[in-house]
Antibody, heavy 120, light 107 residues
Framework: EVQLVESGGGLVQPGGSLRLSCAAS????????MHWVRQGPGKGLIWVSH????????TYADSVKGRFTISRDNAKNTLYLQMNSLRAEDTAVYYC?????????????WGQGTLVTVSS | DIQMTQSPSSLSASVGDRVTITCRAS??????LNWYQQKPGKAPKLLIY???SLQSGVPSRFSGSGSGTDFTLTISSLQPEDFATYYC?????????FGQGTKVEIK
C-alpha cells in the first residue's frame, strides 16, 4: 500500500524558516516524480513544486521561487520542502503527492497534509 | 500559465441525481485533464485521469469526457458519500494548475 506521511509543519513568524518532510513507503520511491501542493484556509489547491525521481530536475511556482527548495533522499524514501522567508500568505496545509514516471502524470496518492501557519 | 475554470462553483443535489461539472482550460490541453474529490479535512483523491480514464478503485458511477479545452465530470447517480468538493487539474504543462473547485452539497 502506498503511504505518504508529512511532518514538520507548525507555527512560524514571518521571515522564518521551516522544513517539511514526506516519508514514502509501499512503492519504489526513486521511480516517481513527487510534488508539493498547498491549500490555504478555505481555499483551493495550488501546486508548489515538483522534483524528478533522480532529484536533478526541479520546478517551482512563481510565488515560492527563490524562497522554497524541494529535494529528496532516495536512500531514505523521503521528500523535503525547505521553506525560507515565510510570509503570511504561505499559511496553508501542505500536501506531498506522488506523480508518475513523467512530470505530466496525475497525482495518484496524497499524504494527509501538514499545517504551516505564518503569523507573529 | 494555463487557467482552469470550473462551473458551477457549487450545486445542491439529491441522492440519486445525475450531476455534471464542467471544466474549461484557457488553451488546448489535449486529453491531459484530471479530476479529484476532496472531503472536508481530508486529502484530495484522484478520480479520473487523462480526461476519461477511471482511477483504480473508483466507482463506475464517475465518468469523465472531453478534450482540447472543454471537459466534463459526471456522477450518474449521486450517493451520500459523494458530497464533497471536486477539482479539475491540467497536467499538460508546468505549472500544473487546478480549477477553483465545485462543492456538491445535499439538497
Amino acid at each position: 500500500e502506498v503511504q505518504l506521511v508529512e511532518s514538520g509543519g507548525g507555527l512560524v513568524q514571518p521571515g522564518g524558516s521551516l522544513r517539511l518532510s514526506c516519508a514514502a513507503s509501499g512503492f519504489t520511491f526513486n521511480r516517481y516524480w513527487m510534488h508539493w501542493v498547498r491549500q490555504g484556509p478555505g481555499k483551493g489547491l495550488i501546486w508548489v513544486s515538483h522534483i524528478d525521481g533522480d532529484g536533478r530536475s526541479t520546478t517551482y511556482a512563481d510565488s515560492v521561487k527563490g524562497r522554497f527548495t524541494i529535494s529528496r533522499d532516495n536512500a531514505k524514501n523521503t521528500l523535503y520542502l525547505q521553506m525560507n522567508s515565510l510570509r503570511a500568505e504561505d499559511t496553508a496545509v501542505y500536501y506531498c503527492a506522488r506523480g508518475g514516471a513523467y512530470s505530466s502524470s496525475p497525482f495518484d496518492s496524497w499524504g494527509q497534509g501538514t499545517l504551516v501557519t505564518v503569523s507573529s | 500559465d494555463i487557467q482552469m475554470t470550473q462551473s458551477p462553483s457549487s450545486l445542491s443535489a439529491s441522492v440519486g441525481d445525475r450531476v455534471t461539472i464542467t471544466c474549461r482550460a484557457s488553451q488546448s490541453i489535449s486529453k491531459y485533464l484530471n479530476w479529484y474529490q476532496q472531503k472536508p479535512g481530508k486529502a484530495p483523491k484522484l478520480l479520473i485521469y487523462d480526461a476519461s480514464s477511471l482511477q483504480s478503485g473508483v466507482p463506475s458511477r464517475f465518468s469523465g469526457s472531453g478534450s482540447g479545452t472543454d471537459f466534463t465530470l459526471t456522477i450518474s447517480s449521486l450517493q451520500p458519500e459523494d458530497f464533497a468538493t471536486y477539482y479539475c487539474q491540467q497536467s499538460y504543462s508546468t505549472p500544473p494548475t487546478f480549477g477553483q473547485g465545485t462543492k456538491v452539497e445535499i439538497k
